[in-house]
């Protein structure tokens, strides 16, 4: 028989039993409700570890008076991933129902926190177990998500992460890894240096502050030929992107590269290809969404590192039921890996 059979029949009666606890005392811990003292919570969070204890979360749904209710909060505007985000979300709700899981997208424009606080602040924990949110770092965030924890919401950071803050979970991919990626990619593409350009959405998203982080990791390690431009903010619009690009263009005629790490893209396409640089610069780009992959086909860009819009969604959702209804102190999720794509594996 293996482990994992085994692990499998361990119930909360052997948790009981080993933590030498009530049944009862073993539903307050499992639950996170009050009660129990710190000691014996400690007792039995090292019981469930020690027996590999995992809560049948089909049965818990089952015990529970309503539904799991998941709200997504995802920014609005011309950000062709977080419509990839939003989609998913919505092509995974009717199976979700099937599981007893009510999910629910709000569109908030992007990187407008106080329309993102005010909807954490407004969310009512008889019919909302779990915010999942997409923010810039920002005070008022930060003390949304504190309030929301306190009133019994789970919340969790997709794409961007707030590590000050008492969210529970993060998904995405490792965006310092993704910029060092990037670093690593442009730097052999330009063995004999050259002035490349960085163009984000906003350095107060923890992910673009991240990219840019792990970029000049590498640069400055291995690659001290190339010049670094910017970071210039296209705060993720694709026609101020547009703008950006073409005016870098006209004042930087030598400019051998862009590595935009934010979205925007499709603005980014249309400015190389208007001024007749597509091909000439070496591009990577972040999101395989409709503009990249154009990009990717035309020329215009070179590299598209991507992060599974629907991976994370899947991944948002497993987390949400662990943490409603499972022990909640450590939720495990898959990593959402870093996807590289040329115009040859473009599927």
């Not at 009660?35 to 529970?64: C, H, P, W, Y």
């Not at 999910?103 to 602040?121: E, K, M, N, V, Y």
């Not at 924890?149 to 991919?173: K, Q, Y």
């Not at 610069?281 to 990009?295: Q, S, Y």
Request: aromatic content about 4%.
């Amino acid at each position: 028989m293996s482990d994992e059979a085994a692990r499998r029949r361990v119930t909360v009666h052997d948790v009981a039993r080993a933590a030498g606890v009530s049944l009862a005392t073993v539903d307050r811990v499992l639950n996170g409700r009050p009660g129990v003292r710190a000691a014996t919570a400690e007792k039995v969070e090292e019981a469930i570890q020690s027996l590999g204890f995992s809560r049948d979360v089909n049965a818990s749904l089952m015990a529970r008076a309503r539904d799991l209710n998941v709200v997504f909060f995802i920014p609005d505007g011309s950000n062709e991933f977080m419509d990839s985000l939003a989609e998913a979300v919505t092509r995974r709700a009717s199976q979700a129902l099937a599981d007893r899981m009510y999910l629910s997208t709000r569109r908030i424009r992007a990187l407008d926190t106080g329309a993102l606080a005010a909807g954490l602040d407004a969310l009512n924990p008889h019919d909302c177990d779990c915010a999942v949110i997409v923010t810039s770092e920002d005070p008022s965030i930060l003390a949304a998500v504190d309030s929301a924890t306190r009133r019994g919401i789970a919340v969790m950071t997709l794409v961007s992460d707030l590590p000050g803050s008492n969210r529970r979970h993060f998904i995405g991919v490792d965006n310092v890894a993704a910029g060092r990626t990037a670093a690593s990619l442009l730097g052999r593409f330009l063995p004999q240096g050259g002035a490349v350009a960085v163009i984000a959405g906003s350095l107060h998203l923890r992910d673009h502050s991240e990219r840019l982080e792990g970029f000049r990791q590498i640069l400055s390690a291995d690659f001290s030929t190339i010049e670094l431009l910017g970071p210039l903010e296209g705060h993720d619009e694709s026609l101020a992107t547009e703008a950006l690009v073409a005016k870098l263009l006209a004042d930087h005629p030598n400019l051998s590269g862009i590595y935009n790490l934010g979205a925007g893209n499709a603005g980014l396409v249309s400015a190389l290809h208007a001024s007749g640089s597509a091909g000439r610069l070496r591009v990577i780009a972040h999101e395989l969404t409709e503009p990249t992959r154009e990009g990717l086909r035309g020329g215009a860009i070179d590299v598209v590192l991507d992060q599974n819009p629907d991976g994370e969604i899947r991944e948002a959702i497993a987390a949400a039921r662990s943490l409603v209804l499972g022990t909640a102190r450590h939720v495990a999720t898959d990593p959402i890996e870093i996807g590289i794509f040329l115009r040859d594996n473009l599927r």
